[in-house]
């Protein structure tokens, strides 16, 4: 059974930097590219960085080229994103999500609130 769980949410103020894990398990995590997505309130899903399965790939949204990372351990079966310089409109609640067979699967989520 596919199973994603994320941690690492929480709240700080602007400017500051949070690092989100996400830990996969019931497939070969090395073999698939990994994605972050978010979603705020009133808003739809929106796809924040991808990377390929080995690493040698990444993409990023417009919004936060420059200032999030995403990596991946596959010893660890663990992808991260990494958020620097956060902003307000980084509000919302974060996804990891691998597709498998053209099905998507999700975790349940963390949640990162920027406010001062």
């Known amino acids: 059974q596919v199973q994603l769980v994320e941690s690492g949410g929480g709240l700080v103020q602007p400017g500051d930097s949070l690092r989100l894990s996400c830990v996969a398990s019931?497939?070969?995590?090395?073999?698939?590219?990994m994605n972050w997505y978010r979603q705020a309130p009133g808003k739809e899903r929106e796809l924040v960085a991808t990377?390929?399965?080995?690493?040698?790939?990444?993409n990023y949204a417009d919004s936060v080229k420059g200032r999030f990372t995403i990596s991946r351990d596959n010893a660890k079966n663990t992808v991260y994103l990494a958020m620097n310089s956060l902003k307000p409109e980084d509000t919302a609640l974060y996804y990891c999500?691998?597709?498998?067979?053209?099905?998507?699967?999700w975790g349940q989520g963390t949640q990162v609130t920027v406010s001062s």
């Open positions: 990377i390929t399965s080995a690493g040698s790939w990444r």
């Open positions: 019931g497939f070969t995590f090395s073999n698939y590219g």
């Open positions: 999500n691998v597709r498998l067979l053209r099905h998507d699967y």
